[in-house]
């Protein structure tokens, strides 16, 4: 168990831990204003450090909230978001007395990518008067927590992400058709951090459909435990929204997991998210 640093390792903000190895909030910083270079150096680093940053108070418009996400990288827009939409970066998600959350699942964003996500920043729009929270894993912390026989093992093992396990459904689509768009993807079940240079477990109950070369049997075995690590509360944070409330994980690092306890009132939030790179892991790092 690899605890974070210090929040005096960051000076132009102040960083409030909310766990030992997992997220911090960020306080004294304005995200409405034009943020220098080395300001938005130090938010990465911080993103690196914790996994997870929030910012309370930010009263910003969804065009800030997309020239903030673009700080960190090109944008990605997910299939989900209707075409005619006049922000296409933006994935608007509402749960209420139609629809309940369906998130609540522990999940790493779009590993259904050949690229997938480098992170996620996630804006409050419109909240319930008491739920909703989102809990984050820290994955790497759920690897480091493997026996050493069995990270021997699962650092040798691919698996395939699968779009059409969540989003067939949701979409309304022909889950061929789905994956005839957006094919399979093989990622390594631990993923080297292209970053940090870190090892995490990088396989999830949403998108992750089976451990290529074993048997149904078996891979269904290794995902059951696998899964289970980020369900220690040890290595998780629980984040209570208000408006005006902002989440950014790395999902290179990271899982999370929507509460789904406010139903039938209203939780309207807004995702934007950065692209990422093809997973890979480096025994040598």
Excluded at 31 to 57: C, E, G, H, S
Excluded at 222 to 239: D, G, I, K, N, S
């Amino acid at each position: 168990m690899t605890q974070h640093p210090a929040a005096s390792s960051f000076t132009r903000f102040e960083t409030r831990p909310l766990s030992p190895l997992i997220g911090a909030e960020i306080h004294g910083i304005d995200l409405a204003q034009d943020l220098d270079d080395a300001m938005i150096a130090d938010l990465r680093q911080a993103l690196l450090t914790y996994k997870v940053i929030f910012f309370r108070d930010q009263n910003i418009s969804r065009a800030q909230h997309i020239a903030f996400a673009r700080r960190f990288g090109p944008l990605e827009i997910h299939p989900a978001t209707p075409a005619d939409q006049v922000d296409p970066e933006v994935l608007r998600i509402t749960h209420g007395p139609n629809s309940r959350g369906r998130e609540n699942a522990w999940h790493s964003d779009v590993t259904w990518r050949p690229e997938p996500s480098l992170g996620s920043i996630l804006r409050a729009i419109e909240l319930p008067p008491v739920g909703g929270d989102t809990l984050f894993a820290d994955m790497y912390d759920a690897y480091e927590a493997l026996s050493p026989a069995m990270k021997a093992w699962v650092e040798t093992l691919k698996a395939e992400h699968d779009i059409a396990r969540v989003f067939a459904g949701r979409l309304g689509a022909d889950a061929d058709a789905l994956r005839a768009k957006y094919p399979v993807q093989t990622h390594p079940v631990v993923r080297t951090h292209p970053e940090t240079g870190r090892r995490a477990l990088y396989v999830n109950t949403g998108f992750t459909a089976r451990i290529v070369g074993l048997s149904p049997k078996e891979s269904d075995w290794l995902l059951a435990h696998l899964y289970a690590q980020a369900a220690e509360p040890e290595r998780q944070c629980r984040f209570r929204w208000a408006p005006h409330c902002i989440a950014f994980w790395d999902n290179r690092s990271s899982q999370h997991y929507a509460a789904s306890d406010y139903f039938p009132q209203v939780r309207t939030m807004e995702r934007v998210t950065i692209a990422g790179d093809k997973p890979f892991f480096d025994p040598s790092r």
